[in-house]
């Protein structure tokens, strides 16, 4: 342990109050909480998805799925918006993602998409071609040849247990 780790530490468990060093989440279950939050935002009724780009450890851009922006949100009522089992609404966290970096000139390239589930195989071409090396992930999409073409790709995909809810 170095000087600098008992010092971290030590902070830590004053911050806390009780003397005991609470456990710092790993940068991935870090990112995995972010993009959580990120969800949170989501103005799609039928699930909640978020997306974190991340390089070096910062925080490059975040998406969530629903509308595009301006547009009202999407309404499922009766089958409402749906097309194919889809919501036909929806921009997808990732592509949102992606498009919030290029609206404010930010290069992804080799950055890791932390995200709540997997790509799908759109997602996965759109984030192929925009240089992201690898992908962290919490809940399985089932999209066989997403995983396929990201696997032929070369990136490094990843799945991380869902973090726990924060209070």
């Known amino acids: 342990m170095t000087d600098e780790t008992v010092t971290d530490t030590s902070k830590a ?22 993009t959580r939050a990120v969800a949170s935002r989501s103005t799609c ?6 997306a974190v780009l991340v390089k070096n450890r910062l925080i490059l851009a975040t998406g969530y799925n629903g509308a595009p922006a301006g547009l009202r949100h999407c309404d499922h009522t009766g089958g409402g918006d749906l097309l194919n089992g889809h919501c ?9 993602a992606v498009v919030q ?10 950055a890791t998409l932390y995200c709540t589930n997997n ?8 984030l ?14 089932p999209d066989q040849p997403a995983f396929d073409m ?7 995909l990843e799945q991380m247990p869902a973090p726990p809810p924060t209070t």
């Open 128 to 141: 192929i071609n925009a240089g992201v090396r690898r992908i962290v992930y919490m809940e399985v999409y």
């Open 101 to 110: 970096a290029a609206r404010h000139g930010i290069s992804i390239e080799g």
């Open 88 to 96: 036909a609404r929806s921009a997808h966290a990732e592509q949102n």
């Open 13 to 34: 468990a004053a911050a806390n109050g009780s003397g005991a060093v609470a456990r710092r989440p790993s940068w991935d279950e870090y990112f995995c909480q972010v």
């Open 45 to 50: 009724s039928r699930k909640a998805v978020g």
């Open 150 to 156: 990201l696997a032929e790709a070369g990136i490094a």
């Open 119 to 126: 790509p799908c195989v759109n997602c996965a071409k759109l």
